[in-house]
Nanobody
């Protein structure tokens, strides 16, 4: 059974840093593209950034230059380092494996001004 478990969310002041983790089990992790999405309160889920199986990362315009996606295939884990956080980054953050319906349960990130 495939499982994705996010962790690392919390409350942080504007300008601060958080690193989210998404641990995957039950899948051959290293062959999959991994993506991060977020859903702000009252809004649709949006793509944040992702990383290919070969380690190439790309990002949405709202986070480019502030967020970094990385992966550790030995630990079957993908990370989202978030720097210079802004109140508009407040959202539930989700990881997704591949292009199918494999999602984590989400972790809340709240940025106070």
């Amino acid at each position: 059974q495939v499982r994705l478990v996010e962790s690392g969310g919390g409350l942080v002041q504007a300008g601060g840093t958080l690193t989210l983790s998404c641990a995957v089990s039950g899948a051959f992790f290293k062959i999959y593209r991994m993506d991060w999405y977020r859903q702000p309160p009252g809004n649709l889920r949006e793509w944040v950034g992702g990383i290919t199986d070969t380690g190439a990362a790309n990002y949405g315009d709202a986070v480019k230059g502030r967020f970094t996606v990385s992966r550790d295939n030995a630990k079957s884990t993908v990370y989202l380092q978030m720097n210079d956080l802004k109140p508009e980054d407040t959202a539930v953050y989700y990881c997704r494996m591949g292009l199918g319906d494999y999602w984590g349960q989400g972790t809340q990130v709240t940025v106070s001004s």
